[in-house]
Each structure stands twice: as structure tokens, then as C-alpha cells.
């Protein structure tokens, strides 16, 4: 598919700095690596949504199903990455863990605010005079 895209531009420019390193990235991917790849983000973007959007209903079990699926998601990306590094994996990774410096901060600012409401509830309210 690559070549049909690049094909025009190439016969025009065979030098093209664009369209040959378009060709370089996509010559080693085959059809299993393309559909892996499909899959893997796929189930990273639903697992995201799902949580997030949990999340932000403030549901506080989602806050260690966040940790672990985003600590798995990294773990994996970061031995592709010593196999081999590209941008967009270490730009997914890096990406990754700011979600979960985020998530952690909020899940303690959530644990925080419910812990001083059970310590220190509201004063009753004084009787009408």
C-alpha cells in the first residue's frame, strides 16, 4: 500500500527524502506485525476509555485497575523498546507514564479529601433561635 502512495512522488524524485524513508519504515512490516500492532492499540486505546472514563465518574476502583493495566502497557513497551527503540513506542511509553504520575496524584488526592471527611465531619447545624 506504501508503495502505491509514494510511487507518484518517487518517480518524480527517486531522491525523495520523504517518500524513501516512508518505504524504509514500512519494508520490515509484515502482515502479523501490522495486525499485532492494530490489536495491541486497540486494546490500550478501550482499557483506556473504560478507566478514564470510570475515572471521571469517581469510581475509586478504578484508580489500581488504572496502575496495573497502564504498569503492564509500560513493562511491555519498554522490552520492545531495548529490542527495538522507535519514536512512537517511547512516545506511547512516555505518554503512558504521565498517566500514571496522574492517576497516582489524583487517587491521593481523592484518598486525601475522603479521609478528612470521615475524621472530621460537618458540625451539626445550630438550632434556629
Given at each position: ?41 486497540l486494546v490500550h486505546g478501550i482499557v483506556k ?81
Open positions: 500500500m506504501m508503495v502505491r502512495l509514494t510511487q507518484h512522488e518517487l518517480s518524480e524524485d527517486p531522491h525523495d527524502v520523504i517518500a524513501n524513508r516512508i518505504l524504509g519504515y514500512t519494508h520490515g512490516l509484515t502482515g502479523s506485525a501490522v495486525t499485532f500492532a492494530a490489536l495491541y492499540l476509555i473504560v478507566l478514564v472514563a470510570a475515572l471521571l465518574r469517581n469510581q475509586a476502583w478504578a484508580y489500581p485497575w488504572m496502575f496495573g493495566f497502564l504498569v503492564l502497557f509500560i513493562g511491555y513497551q519498554l522490552y520492545r523498546l531495548a529490542l527495538d527503540p522507535t519514536f512512537w513506542l517511547t512516545a506511547l511509553t512516555v505518554f503512558d507514564a504521565l498517566m500514571v504520575w496522574l492517576t497516582w496524584r489524583e487517587w491521593r488526592r481523592q484518598s486525601a479529601d475522603r479521609t478528612v471527611g470521615v475524621r472530621d465531619p460537618a458540625p451539626p447545624a445550630a438550632p434556629p433561635h
